[in-house]
């Protein structure tokens, strides 16, 4: 397996991590790039040629969000400062069936607000085509998935300039990121959807954690929304405990279940373990 993340030196300066390993005791070989501020990766993918596409902060600054390509065996082929336009930045990165990737986040425009964003590469140094998506506030896509059918789910979440207003939004797309269906949900504070899986029976289920929906407490809860082909809400289902708790991968098992994996202070557990729910 291979994995990304950084270091932090002190002064805005750090690297970005890349490490290869044979197994979990085993590494392989390890890359590391440093430019003259801090970096680090947030996601890798391998491509299918081995190669591996990073996508992460380059160069210290807040706006520069970047892509780093390097070989199969830890050798650079190319880091760009900026994804696509200059002023966006990335949450996911995931494979297309076509080749290349999609990448899905925000877009800054004027007046300081933003539209989620989708983008497809056909490489790591070449854009095919982007779109971008307004629900009337200020959005970021969260997590891109292409279904076996070819359409695509995207999840993310909307907020304004009034803390309280706030919005979490699913989309299916078609291959072209042109919009099938779209649905939003009004929220009372901090909530935020984090990651879309398609699943074996064509639909598509949603995770999601933050304060709960009808703003009862200040604890976290856990969200998780499951919607057929056409937009139907399948079901709705919250998992609540006192404390703070985060999901941060889901996967569809075998029988059709949803794992879900993340971390929690609940009282049930000691500070802040992680858990696996099915």
Known sequence: FITTGGNYLGNNDGHCLVAKFQDYQTPDWAYIY????????????????????????LNGDDNN??????????????????VYPTDAYLNEIQPATSGGFFGTG????????????????????????????????????????????????????????????RKVFVMKLDGTGAVSWAKSFQTNDYVYLNEVI?????????????????GSSDDDDLFLFKFDSSGNLVFQKTYSDDG??????????A????????????????????FLLK
């Not at 969000?65 to 900026?82: F, P, R």
């Not at 779109?131 to 907020?159: H, K, N, P, Q, W």
């Not at 398609?198 to 009808?214: E, F, H, Q, Y």
């Open 198 to 214: 398609s699943t074996s029976d064509g639909g598509v289920v949603v995770s999601g954690d933050g304060n709960p929906l009808d």
């Open 34 to 57: 440093a430019s003259t501020g801090r970096d680090y990766g947030r996601h890798i993918l391998e491509l299918t040629d081995g190669s591996y596409v990073i996508h992460g902060k």
């Open 65 to 82: 969000y970047g892509l780093i390509h390097i070989g199969s065996t830890g050798t650079l082929l190319s880091a760009n400062q900026h």
């Open 106 to 165: 925000s877009l800054e425009l004027p007046e300081s607000m933003h539209n989620a964003l989708l983008v497809k590469y056909s490489s790591p140094t070449v854009v095919d085509w982007a779109m971008t998506y307004d629900f009337g506030l200020r959005e970021a896509g969260s997590s891109i998935v292409e279904a076996s059918s070819g359409d695509l789910y995207m999840c993310g979440y909307s907020r304004g300039y009034n803390p309280t207003v």
């Open 244 to 253: 703070w708790d985060e999901i941060t991968a889901i996967g569809e098992s």
């Open 255 to 274: 029988d059709g279940g949803i794992y879900i994996m993340g971390s929690t202070d609940s009282c049930c557990f000691s500070a802040y373990d992680v």
